[in-house]
């Protein structure tokens, strides 16, 4: 088992909807948690970085955290085409930051 | 905020050559440096952590004769690629964290190897 499963996708939506990207994990020492976007050919840029439980807002973007599940979320509001991207979930405890595989997302015109 | 300058962002070289990619923090100084390289459709896996003046750690699997890292300041790593082969061909990813130990990790933005 995988300490980080992200679904691969493609996920695919019209503009506008709300988006829901997430990642489950099996380590609970996991304290700290990323959001990374991907634009093809290009390094990532964090979105979102939280600690512990709990939502964190940032614009069209949402990060939620549920540590008793071991689960986390991305919510994008409104999402517009250039949204289309590659979005890596990342976690770590006191050791390297594991990534989740990365879920493809196509927002369509 | 932070930014992590990568060069080349593309290289293409022939088998049996040695390729140099260059990785700097811009506006802040990085004591540790993470390498990176990430295949096609696929996540990023951890090559090596480099430290500022110091050896580098390597993951378990990776070769550190082949994938040479040097840290010599606290703006600059790099990592060279001897005697590529088309295997070696892949994306490269430098990273870098701005402040304290758990703080997030910001990324170069990648250099594409081809070996021919």
């Known amino acids: 088992q995988k300490e980080v499963e992200q679904d691969p996708g493609p996920l695919s939506v019209p503009e506008g909807a709300i988006v829901s990207l997430n990642c489950t994990y099996s380590?609970?020492?996991?304290?700290?948690f990323m959001w990374y976007r991907q634009y093809s050919r290009k390094g990532p840029e964090l979105l979102m970085y939280?600690?512990?439980?709990g939502n964190k807002e940032d614009g069209r973007f949402t990060a939620q955290v549920d540590k008793s599940s071991k689960y986390i979320s991305l919510f994008i509001r409104d999402s517009q085409p250039s949204d289309s991207a590659t979005y890596l979930c990342?976690?770590?405890?006191?050791?390297?930051?594991?990534f989740g595989q990365g879920t493809t997302l196509q927002v369509k015109p | 905020g932070a930014v992590v300058s990568q060069h080349p962002s593309w290289v293409i070289c022939k088998s049996g050559t040695s390729v140099k990619i260059e990785c700097r923090s811009l506006?802040?100084?990085?004591?540790?440096m993470f390498w990176y390289r990430q295949f096609p459709k696929q996540s990023l896996m951890l090559m090596a952590t480099?430290?500022?003046?110091?050896?580098?750690?390597?993951e378990q699997g990776v070769e550190k004769d082949k994938f040479l890292i040097n840290h010599a300041s606290l703006t600059l790593s790099t990592l060279t690629v001897t005697s590529a082969h088309p295997e070696d061909s892949s994306f490269y990813i430098c990273?870098?964290?701005?402040?304290?130990?758990?703080?997030?990790?910001?990324f170069g933005n990648g250099t594409r190897l081809t070996v021919t």
């Open positions: 939280t600690y512990s439980s």
């Open positions: 480099s430290n500022e003046g110091s050896k580098a750690t390597y």
């Open positions: 506006d802040f100084q990085a004591t540790t």
């Open positions: 990273s870098a964290r701005w402040t304290g130990g758990n703080s997030p990790l910001h």
């Open positions: 990342a976690m770590k405890d006191t050791g390297k930051l594991i």
């Open positions: 380590n609970s020492a996991f304290q700290y």
